[in-house]
C-alpha cells in the first residue's frame, strides 16, 4: 500500500507541473505548435505617369488577374534554382498575389485622372473595354548570386461588346534589390511592378482610345 501510496503522490506531483508548463505556454501568446505571427508586406500603387496621356471619356473594366498556383498565394516567392520555387518563411502579401496586382492596378488607372470609369469586373461596371491580365512573374530571382525582382504581367485589351482583341502585350521589369534581406526586396518588388504598371496603364489608355469609336 505504501509503495502505492508513493507511486500515486509522484504521478500527481507531474499532473500538477505539466499543467502549470501549460498554463504558461498559454500566458506566452504563442499556441503550442505554432511560431509567431508572420510579417505582412503590401506594395503601392503607381502615381505618377507621362503627361501626354489621353484624357478619355470611355468605361474600362479589369478582369481578376490570373496567375498559376505557385504565385496564386499570399507567400513572397524567390527562385534561386530554374526549376526550382521555394518562399520566404514567416512573411507574406496581405492578399494572394494576383488579388493585390489587380487592386494596384486600378488604384494606378484611378491615379492618372484621364479615365472616366474603372473598376473590378465583379462590381458589374458596364464596360467599354475589357483588360485581361495575367501574372506570369513575381519573385525574387538571384541570376548572379544577388537578389533582384522580377515582376512579368500580360495584358489583353478586349473591345465590348463585339469582345474583339485589339491589342497584347507583355510588360516585364528587373529591379536589383540593395541588400538581400527581405525589407530590401519588398522595396525592389514594389519599385519592379511599379514600373511595370506604369507601362501597362499608359499603354491601355493610348491603344484602347485609338480603337474608340463612342
Request: glycine fraction near 6%.
Amino acid at each position: 500500500m505504501q509503495k502505492n501510496s508513493s507511486t500515486r503522490r509522484h504521478f500527481l506531483k507531474a499532473a500538477s507541473m505539466a499543467a502549470g508548463a501549460t498554463a504558461l505556454a498559454g500566458c506566452s501568446g504563442i499556441l503550442p505548435g505554432r511560431g509567431p505571427l508572420p510579417s505582412l508586406y503590401r506594395l503601392s500603387p503607381k502615381s505618377t505617369f507621362r503627361e501626354d496621356l489621353p484624357r478619355v471619356d470611355w468605361q474600362l473594366v479589369l478582369e481578376a488577374t490570373s496567375a498559376n498556383a505557385s504565385l496564386n498565394t499570399t507567400k513572397i516567392a524567390l527562385q534561386r534554382d530554374p526549376i526550382k520555387l521555394e518562399y520566404y518563411a514567416n512573411a507574406g502579401w496581405i492578399d494572394k498575389a494576383p488579388s493585390m496586382v489587380q487592386t494596384l492596378l486600378v488604384e494606378s488607372f484611378e491615379n492618372t485622372d484621364k479615365i472616366i470609369s474603372v473598376g473590378r469586373e465583379a462590381i458589374g461596371l458596364r464596360s467599354d473595354f475589357i483588360l485581361k491580365t495575367e501574372l506570369r512573374e513575381f519573385q525574387t530571382v538571384y541570376p548572379d548570386g544577388k537578389p533582384e525582382a522580377l515582376v512579368t504581367i500580360t495584358a489583353k485589351i478586349v473591345q465590348m461588346p463585339r469582345r474583339v482583341i485589339i491589342g497584347s502585350r507583355s510588360f516585364e521589369q528587373r529591379v536589383p534589390a540593395e541588400a538581400d534581406n527581405l525589407d530590401a526586396i519588398v522595396r525592389a518588388m514594389d519599385d519592379a511592378l511599379g514600373k511595370t504598371m506604369r507601362q501597362l496603364v499608359e499603354w491601355t489608355l493610348t491603344t484602347a482610345n485609338s480603337k474608340y469609336r463612342g
